[in-house]
């Protein structure tokens, strides 16, 4: 399982985002790249990532326009960093107009 893992609600629908791209990426190179799968789930990266800082995007723009929905923000990212080898949950609760997120367990 990797080390990383994220959920993506869709607050307009009150349901799960499938299908949201999803890009890491350490010291602007991308290392992983994957989905959300039917419940907006998805664990993505290595097993193991080294302590770094870090930036998962989110392609939000792709997910609302499937959806037929204006939206003001084509992606979403998050900096964050990975200090030791514990696992990491990177949720975000999105609308079309504004996004939140926090440190999972």
């Known amino acids: 399982m990797p080390q990383l893992t994220t959920h ?3 607050a307009t ?3 799960p985002a499938a299908g949201v791209g ?3 990426s ?8 994957g989905e959300t799968d039917a419940d907006g789930r998805a664990g993505l990266g290595p097993e193991v990532l080294e302590p770094g800082e870090y930036a ?3 392609e939000t723009g792709e997910h609302f326009a499937a ?5 003001f923000y084509p992606h979403v990212t998050v900096a964050f ?3 030791d080898q514990r696992h990491l949950h990177v949720p975000i609760l999105l609308s079309p107009f504004a ?3 926090y440190r999972g367990s």
Request: aromatic content about 6%; charged content about 15%.
């Open 67 to 71: 959806a037929g929905v204006e939206t």
């Open 26 to 33: 350490l010291a602007g190179e991308v290392i992983a790249t």
């Open 81 to 83: 960093t990975v200090a």
């Open 99 to 101: 996004y939140s997120t």
């Open 56 to 58: 998962l995007r989110f």
């Open 22 to 24: 999803l890009a890491l």
């Open 13 to 15: 629908s009150g349901l």
């Open 8 to 10: 993506v609600l869709d």
